[in-house]
């Protein structure tokens, strides 16, 4: 199976990214800074080229292209594509920048073009390898941030709101690409100690990358567009 996975470098994204690997399975893990990230390096040494790295900011039209470029290069089809990366401004700043009175425009802007267009965009650009593949799937991690029916504070503005923009494309997407014989399905994998959740979070990044990996793997077409925990269970929207 051919994996693609964005923001690969750290967090849930390098735990998929390890977890796909030790299957056999082989994974174009993408990242803003390759050259940077250096438990990807070591990954490459050791499954050798199971593992691709192809830089790629998802906010970039251009590195967008040039990600696609590098997949053609090494595999005609994509089987699963996550949607990772994602953005929290200031996150374990301990600071009020998501409350109001503290809420900015470039705040606003970035956090909406990370964690909501980008993946819409990547998507788009990789849906002619999903559809060679054998039962193309894309898996958008949002959170119950972004859920309207559980929001019940104002922090964070940007954050739940570009989760909730995320869900929304996704829904969207997965009206189409449905009848393509692709399933997209949005994931909240709960509250993990990465560099965004903070060491106080109360699940292991490797949980929620495994609950993932199985999710994916037994998806069914009646799934398609349902917005789940990483156990699979609805969260509403
Ligand atoms: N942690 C949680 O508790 C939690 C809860 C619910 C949902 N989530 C979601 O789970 C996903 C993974 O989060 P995480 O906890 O693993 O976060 P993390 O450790 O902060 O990692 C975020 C990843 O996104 C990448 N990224 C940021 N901006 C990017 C851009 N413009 N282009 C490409 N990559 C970019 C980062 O790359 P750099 O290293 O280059 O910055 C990093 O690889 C995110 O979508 C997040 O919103 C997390």
Do not use: C
């Not at 691709?52 to 970039?60: A, I």
């Not at 559809?131 to 940007?158: C, E, F, M, N, V």
């Amino acid at each position: 199976m051919h994996v693609f996975i964005t923001g690969a470098n750290r967090g849930l994204g390098l735990e998929l990214t390890r977890q796909y690997l030790e299957r056999g399975d082989h994974v174009f893990a993408a990242s803003r800074q390759p050259d940077q990230a250096a438990e990807l390096q070591q990954l490459q040494r050791q499954y050798g080229e199971h593992l691709v790295l192809l830089p790629l900011d998802v906010t970039s039209a251009a590195s967008i292209d040039a990600a696609v470029q590098g997949v053609r290069q090494a595999a005609d089809s994509l089987d699963v594509l996550i949607n990772n990366a994602g953005v929290y401004p200031h996150a374990g700043s301990g600071d009020d920048h998501q409350r109001l009175g503290q809420l900015t425009h470039d705040d606003a802007i970035e956090t909406m073009q990370v964690n909501a267009i980008g993946p819409l965009l990547v998507s788009q650009a990789l849906l002619p390898l999903l559809r060679a593949g054998r039962k193309g799937r894309i898996i958008s991690i949002s959170s119950g941030q972004g859920s309207l029916t559980w929001k019940a504070t104002g922090d964070p503005y940007h954050y739940s709101a570009s989760k909730a923009a995320l869900n929304m494309y996704m829904r969207s997407l997965a009206a189409e690409v449905g009848h393509m014989g692709l399933i997209s399905v949005i994931v909240d994998p709960g509250w993990m100690r990465t560099e965004m959740g903070g060491d106080h979070a109360n699940q292991d990044p490797a949980d929620s990358a495994r609950g993932i990996v199985r999710l994916a793997d037994q998806l069914h077409a009646e799934e398609n567009g349902s917005f789940v925990t990483w156990q699979g269970q609805p969260v509403p929207w």
